[in-house]
T-cell receptor, first 115, second 112 residues
Framework: NAGVTQTPKFQVLKTGQSMTLQCAQD?????MSWYRQDPGMGLRLIHY???????DQGEVPNGYNVSRSTTEDFPLRLLSAAPSQTSVYFC??????????????FGQGTRLTVV | DAKTTQPNSMESNEEEPVHLPCNHS???????IHWYRQLPSQGPEYVIH???SNVNNRMASLAIAEDRKSSTLILHRATLRDAAVYYC?????????????FGKGTLLTVNP
């Protein structure tokens, strides 16, 4: 059971470039989300999805797009990378959308540097 | 969102018990208390959760105050592998926003 898989693990981008961070889960979870973590700060929610075809914004959505065409995959797109998007990105999934007490599973993270 | 307050850091010795406190004075009656931890260079991992009663699992115990305004995560015998940032989180299920709100957590250092 692979859990939540993120690729790539490391990425360096130039300002203005675009890229997609991949996230896949094999637990048939309805709920998936993307967080970013900056030094000295906790994780902040970027976007989330409560099922295939349904996405919504978190607290820091600007500069990022998401889509959810399948239950398994939830890619995060940076349309025009900026140095302020240098961060570590975590994808998470959780089962039972209506459940209040299910645990979340996190990927190992993608460390992104924008120069 | 109801907020939590944790000490910035704590220190423990290996094989001794560790009590990590969390204050959540504005907790609502339907908020669950979740604990996650983040080992160095890894994603957060679930530790334990509870609503009103004390809870035990293979990783830790969770003691919840009778008024639910505070809780304590208990690691019965700390190991070096338990060195991590521990997050106390109230599960926000209001409206359509089913997010986990992470604070800065408590950095636990375990001395050999």
């Amino acid at each position: 059971n692979a859990g939540v898989t993120q690729t790539p693990k490391f990425q360096v981008l130039k300002t203005g470039q675009s890229m997609t961070l991949q996230c896949a889960q094999d637990m048939n979870h309805e709920y998936m989300s993307w967080y970013r973590q900056d030094p000295g700060m906790g994780l902040r929610l970027i976007h989330y999805s409560v099922g295939a075809g349904i996405t919504d914004q978190g607290e820091v959505p600007n500069g990022y797009n998401v889509s959810r065409s399948t239950t398994e995959d939830f890619p995060l797109r940076l349309l025009s990378a900026a140095p302020s998007q240098t961060s570590v990105y975590f994808c998470a999934s959780r089962g039972s959308f209506l459940g209040r007490n299910t645990e979340a599973f996190f990927g190992q993270g993608t460390r992104l540097t924008v120069v | 969102d109801a907020k939590t307050t944790q000490p910035n850091s704590m220190e423990s010795n290996e094989e001794e018990p560790v009590h990590l406190p969390c204050n959540h004075s504005t907790i609502s009656g339907t908020d669950y208390i979740h604990w996650y931890r983040q080992l160095p260079s890894q994603g957060p991992e679930y530790v334990i959760h509870g609503l009103t009663s004390n809870v035990n699992n293979r990783m830790a115990s969770l003691a919840i105050a009778e008024d639910r305004k505070s809780s304590t995560l208990i690691l019965h015998r700390a190991t070096l592998r338990d060195a991590a940032v521990y997050y106390c989180i109230l599960r926000d299920v209001g409206g359509s926003n089913y997010k986990l709100t992470f604070g800065k957590g408590t950095l636990l250092t375990v001395n050999p």
